[in-house]
């Protein structure tokens, strides 16, 4: 079965740099771009930026631009986000998501991780 | 940038109800809208894609329409395991999400 399984809870101090991990199984990793997504504590969603698993291509939110980079290891299945400059407004739960294309757009959502709590506080 | 607006904002309904979720994109989204279902302490499922194509798995009573600016998700008859919150998401965008709760 599709899994995405993300690395455990961070806390960061402001302008520090956080990188989360997420390891894909039950599909091949290379088929299919991962997402990430982020949820501040009683919040709504925010999407963040895509990778393309196979190329390693990416694209961000106007808002991360110059601050985030997704990465990947096909040897392993595993996708990684780092953000940096953090501030307190970065506190918030980071969702690594395989997303399923159609009509040639790849935002469907099918599988989430289980969620990366990041927490920036000095 | 695309803006979708979400509503509404919360809900009270009983077990058996019709419920009924807009979301109006603010430009031609054409058929890009799905809705995902996030119930306290999980993450979020897609539960439609494609403005009404059923993801696999998700029960009947769950449907979506429209296209273009403007959506509906419909839960038919509300079961207890449907309280929860609901986004609909256009490509890079969510809505603001609909809290879901018991009357």
């Known amino acids: 079965q599709v899994q995405l399984v993300q690395s455990g809870a961070e806390v960061k101090q402001p302008g520090a740099s956080v990188k989360v991990s997420c390891k894909a199984s039950g599909y091949t990793f290379t088929g299919y771009y991962i997402h990430w997504v982020r949820q501040a504590p009683g919040q709504g969603l925010e999407w963040m930026g895509w990778?393309?698993?196979?190329?390693?291509?990416?694209d961000s939110a106007q808002n991360f631009r110059g601050r985030i980079t997704m990465t990947r290891d096909t040897s392993i299945g595993t996708a990684y986000m780092e953000l940096s400059r953090l501030t307190s407004d970065d506190t918030a739960l980071y969702y690594c998501?395989?997303?399923?294309?159609?009509?040639?757009?790849?935002?469907?959502?099918?599988?989430w991780g289980q969620g990366t709590l990041v927490t920036v506080s000095s | 940038d695309i803006q979708m607006t979400q509503s509404p904002s919360s809900l009270s309904a009983s077990v058996g109800d019709r419920v009924t979720i807009t979301c109006q994109a603010n430009q031609d989204s054409g058929k890009y809208l799905n809705w995902y279902q996030q119930k306290p302490g999980q993450a979020p499922k897609l539960l439609i894609y494609a403005a009404s194509n059923l993801e696999t798995g998700v029960p009947s009573r769950f449907s979506g329409s429209g296209s273009g600016t403007d959506f509906t998700f419909t839960i038919s008859s509300l079961q207890p395991e449907d309280f929860a919150t609901y986004y609909c998401q256009q490509l890079r965008t969510f809505g603001q999400g609909t809290r879901l709760e018991t009357k």
């Open positions: 998501v395989r997303a399923k294309c159609n009509d040639g757009r790849c935002y469907n959502f099918d599988y």
């Open positions: 990778m393309y698993s196979k190329s390693g291509g990416t």
